[in-house]
């Protein structure tokens, strides 16, 4: 598997990852996490919901201050707050929540479009992202799709979601199937170190780290713009 570096000797760390209100995991020590929902109260009693809060948290953080990112899709991710935390990162950026089958219920925030399933598939919801005029795919858009992918394989139209994005992207996935599982859903998409880790210290591998995960593995995938340049440089 290839694995981009954003954290070497060249392209140096994630610095916009662990400012502000999260601090750096220590091995051996549970970090402290903070909500996405800046209004405050308890997050609904889903399983692991503060870690991956956190998570999305730090790749917004990241993508918004070094990837220069300004667009977002929300795809059905499973806990709130997400669309406050893009546009507490990145006031001028857009957020569209995806709501696939299955994912019903969940809110989307002020100033966000909604697409929802209407019994549609996967494959039909990309296709009316695609024409909805919602989303400029010539340039750079984050997909967050971190709900749990299906036991016998990644969502539907991940290959068509990479061929659709001409001015680069990412995505980020989450799930608690096996390693190999996820690393597979990442596909096309090219890994962003540490590629596939536990949600609680992403983006640290998880033999960087002793403490005890959550048994969720995530990872963020990135594609290259097809026209000539990058979209940013790496700091």
């Known amino acids: 598997m290839i694995v981009t570096n954003v954290r070497g000797p060249k392209t140096g760390p994630l610095r916009a990852v662990f400012r502000g209100r999260e601090p750096v995991p220590v091995p051996g020590r549970r970090p402290r996490v903070v909500g996405l929902d800046p209004r405050g109260g308890e997050p609904p009693a889903l399983p692991h919901t ?27 991710c499973p ?82 979601l990479h061929a659709l994005m001409r001015g680069g992207g990412y995505l980020a996935l989450a799930s608690p199937e096996p390693r190999p599982v996820v690393e597979r859903a990442l596909s096309p998409f090219q890994p962003i170190e540490p590629g596939v880790a536990d949600i609680e210290w992403w983006p640290y591998p998880d033999e960087d780290v002793s403490g005890q995960g959550t048994g969720i593995l995530a990872g963020l995938g990135r594609r290259a713009p097809e026209r000539g340049g990058e979209t940013h440089r790496w700091r």
């Open 50 to 76: 503060r870690p991956h809060q956190a998570f999305l948290g730090r790749v917004i953080d990241y993508l918004c201050a070094d990837a220069g990112v300004r667009q977002f899709v929300d795809w059905g």
């Open 79 to 160: 806990v709130p707050g997400t669309a406050e935390r893009v546009h507490t990162a990145s006031p001028g950026a857009s957020v569209v929540h995806v709501a696939p089958s299955g994912a019903a219920g969940m809110l989307s925030g002020a100033g966000t479009s909604v697409l929802s399933a209407d019994g549609s598939g996967s494959d039909t919801l990309l296709r009316r992202l695609s024409t909805s005029g919602l989303v400029d795919f010539d340039e750079p858009v984050a997909v967050l799709m971190t709900r749990s992918l299906p036991a016998d394989g990644p969502p539907v139209g991940i290959g068509d």
